[in-house]
Every structure is written in structure tokens, then in C-alpha cells.
């Protein structure tokens, strides 16, 4: 429970993602002495198997295909799909996501946390031109205050987006609280949602700093 009585998992825009296969991973990815080539294979599989949740309610039109032996009535994605990694953690996930999303197109955006106070830091955005348009997945292995989330999704609806979902590995309440509390709209997605921020404003037990685990800076 958290500072305000509420059980964030609860709220209807919160899906925790609990799978066995997804817990695994992600305990081998919150070892501190996983090495950073598989901790980039680990991210890129569980970004596979949060695709598969967070892309259940895509909507979807009827494709009409012929197959060797007769028509057939199938479906197509209504929309076109764009993965949006909130630099530079977010792009294993990004990567991940694009092996089961083979035609989404990528939207970059640039952000790091100030480390002094953790306020978002904005430094590049580079979006396709049909992303209003689009299904987009904002993605980044870290939810911890929701600066950055909050930035990025506020950065898509300047520019028109309206179909947005967020997808993360390691959350905590008051991430999920803040983002939830700004983008009302936006679905949330998680592997995992941790007790507490520490005085850094790092998760706990989280995993550490994503991005320089995963690039092993
Ligand atoms: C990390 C992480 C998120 C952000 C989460 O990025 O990948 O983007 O922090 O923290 P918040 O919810 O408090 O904003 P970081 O700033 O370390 O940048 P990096 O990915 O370039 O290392
Ligand atoms: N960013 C990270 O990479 N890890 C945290 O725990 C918080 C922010």
C-alpha cells in the first residue's frame, strides 16, 4: 500500500505482467552479478513477452488472404504500431518488442534523470511522421518517480498521439501513482512493482541503473 491508501496494482490502467517466465528472467536481470551480455539478452526477451500483453487490445480489421486452398477471413492491425524508447535504457526493450513487431516503426526520445535532483532532462526527440496516427508503446525498463514517463507521453501528445501505452520492467508505487495521476489515459504496463524509492530516487529492490547495466558503462 502506498503514501495514499492506495494498492496501485489495483487501479484499472495498471496490468502487472505475472508470468512465470517473466519473473525468472527478471530475477536473473536484478542479480548484481548478471553481466551485461546476458543482462541485454534478458531484457530483450522479457521485452517479448510484455509485447504480448501490452498488444492484447490492439484493434484489429478484418484481412482477407487467400490461402493454397480457399479465401480466408483474417485480421490486420487497424493502426500502425510505433515503439517509442525513452533513451538510453529503452531501446532493449525497443529492440525486444520490434522481433514480435516486425512492421512498428521507432520513435526515439532523449531523456536522463538530473542526479542530483531526478528531474527529467530532455536532450533529443526524433519521431516517425504518422505517429498521430499510431498505437504507441512508450517503453523504458524503469518506472521510479515518472519524470521521465511523464516527459515522454507529455512530449507524444504535443505532437498529436492519442493512442499511448507504457511499458516497464521495474516499477514502484510512487512512479505508478505520479504517472497515473498526469496521463490518466495511459495504460500501464509492468513486470514488476517494487516497495520504495531509496534518498537517490533509485528503486529498491530494483535493479540498479538500467541504462548503464545494460551498456555496460
Ligand atoms: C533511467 C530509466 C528511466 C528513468 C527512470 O534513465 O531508464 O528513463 O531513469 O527514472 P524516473 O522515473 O525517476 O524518471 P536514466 O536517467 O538513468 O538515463 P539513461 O537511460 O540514459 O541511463
Ligand atoms: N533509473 C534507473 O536506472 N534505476 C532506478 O532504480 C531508478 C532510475
Redesign the pocket.
Known amino acids: 500500500m502506498s503514501d495514499t491508501g492506495r494498492d496501485p496494482s489495483s487501479s484499472p490502467d495498471v496490468t502487472v505482467v505475472d508470468h512465470p517466465l517473466v519473473r525468472v528472467k527478471l530475477t536473473r536481470l536484478r542479480d548484481k552479478t548478471t553481466p551485461s551480455g546476458e543482462f541485454r539478452r534478458l531484457v530483450r526477451e522479457i521485452a517479448m513477452l510484455m509485447a504480448f500483453e501490452a498488444t492484447r487490445t490492439l484493434a484489429t480489421v478484418i484481412d482477407r488472404v487467400e490461402t493454397p486452398m480457399s479465401g480466408y477471413e483474417g485480421k490486420a492491425l487497424a493502426q500502425p504500431v510505433i515503439i517509442a524508447p525513452i533513451l538510453r535504457?529503452g531501446l532493449g526493450l525497443a529492440e525486444g518488442m520490434n522481433s514480435l513487431l516486425s512492421d512498428a516503426s521507432t520513435g526515439h526520445i532523449g531523456i536522463y534523470?538530473n542526479e542530483e535532483t531526478a528531474e527529467p532532462q530532455s536532450y533529443y526527440l526524433h519521431l516517425p511522421p504518422h505517429v498521430a496516427e499510431a498505437d504507441v508503446l512508450v517503453v523504458d525498463p524503469?518506472l521510479?518517480t515518472g519524470g521521465s514517463a511523464i516527459s515522454a507521453i507529455g512530449k507524444l501528445k504535443e505532437h498529436g498521439v492519442t493512442r499511448i501505452r507504457f511499458v516497464c520492467l521495474v516499477s514502484c508505487k510512487t512512479g505508478i501513482e505520479r504517472l497515473c495521476a498526469a496521463h490518466p489515459d495511459v495504460p500501464i504496463f509492468t513486470a514488476e512493482i517494487d516497495p520504495e524509492l531509496n534518498s537517490r530516487?533509485?528503486?529498491v529492490p530494483?535493479l540498479?541503473?538500467?541504462?548503464d547495466r545494460y551498456f555496460g558503462t
Open positions: 535504457a534523470r524503469m521510479a530516487s533509485y528503486i530494483g540498479g541503473d538500467a541504462g
